[in-house]
């Protein structure tokens, strides 16, 4: 099966990198394709111009299950990414036989997301490298967040699955981030996503003011808590709230504390994990050198 995606491309009068913005890998997060489309009006009415380097926007990466408003429809299309000779008649592979070209040929990537509950942006970086989050930094989230490959290492069974569009992107020498904008289908959401869109422009555009970021922290997951047992949230938690070793965390079914195992942040709380599944992650700050 062939997949055909919605695409548009844009070239500056002067020579830059090219730039790939990608939304609804995921079909039922809609944010990146809502501000993609207001982006790509705006460049046609010349409300906005890109005056240096390539831009190619894809608003929908995963068309079927965009249009069902699910989150995949055979598999994670953000799992395991790279072409395939045989799809095994799974839709997402055959996908990735028309998304990876684009991934191919792009020098920065960003990414587009959302999630299920409550909370601020935050951007996913590799490993440490200093111009990747100089460019996240850049693009308006708070926080910037790694270290989950690290946690993970020793449970995957197949670290190809660990493998999604910002890893495949990496392995071509380009730089790539996912911003996660807020929760699903609020408006706030489809405005942080387009506002990360303007300002990535704005990175491709003025490579001159590059080095004049805030400087948002780095966070790097260090810790998973996991629900052993059941139990609930000992309060409501947000992402990225500070925490203090011994803070409790949850309370299991049979009233044990689950404690806080050292000084951080909490990062990405779930109030309803299934057994097995973290309750959170435990994230340190890290210092960079941009």
């Known amino acids: 099966m062939t997949v055909r995606l919605e695409t548009h491309d844009f070239r500056g009068s002067e020579e830059g990198e090219h730039l790939l913005i990608i939304g609804a890998v995921h079909g039922h997060e809609r944010c990146g394709a809502t501000a993609i489309r207001r982006v790509i009006s705006e460049l046609h009415s010349q409300q906005r111009i ?20 699910k989150r995949f429809i055979d598999r994670n299309l953000n799992r395991a990414m790279r072409p395939r000779e045989d799809t095994q008649g799974v839709y997402e592979y055959d996908v990735m036989n028309a998304l990876c070209p684009f991934l191919d040929k792009a020098d920065i990537l960003l990414d587009l997301h959302s999630f299920s509950g409550p909370g601020e942006a935050f951007i996913f970086v590799g490993p440490e490298c200093s111009e ?22 020793e449970d995957t069974v197949d670290a190809d699955e660990g493998v999604g569009t910002t890893e495949y992107f990496r392995k071509s020498g380009g730089i790539a981030v996912t911003m996660e904008c807020g929760q699903n289908d609020k408006e706030t959401t489809d405005e942080t996503a387009y506002q990360a869109i ?53 309370i299991s079914d049979e009233g044990k504390e689950i404690l806080c195992p050292a000084d951080g942040y909490l990062v990405m709380p779930d109030p309803n994990p299934a057994i097995g599944i973290e309750w959170g992650y435990l994230g340190k700050r890290k210092k960079t050198e941009l």
């Open 198 to 250: 303007v300002n990535a422009l704005d990175y491709l555009a003025y490579p001159d003011k590059r080095a004049k970021v805030p400087d948002h922290p780095l966070i790097k997951v260090v810790e998973r808590i996991i629900n052993t047992t059941g139990g609930k949230l000992a309060r409501d938690w947000q992402n990225f709230d500070e925490v203090k070793k011994g803070d409790v965390i949850a």
């Open 50 to 69: 890109i005056p240096r380097g390539r831009v190619t926007f894809i608003p929908v990466c995963n068309p079927k299950a965009f249009e069902q408003g």
């Open 132 to 153: 990747e989050i100089q460019y996240a930094r850049c693009l308006g989230a708070r926080f910037l967040l790694n270290g989950f490959a690290d946690l993970y290492s």
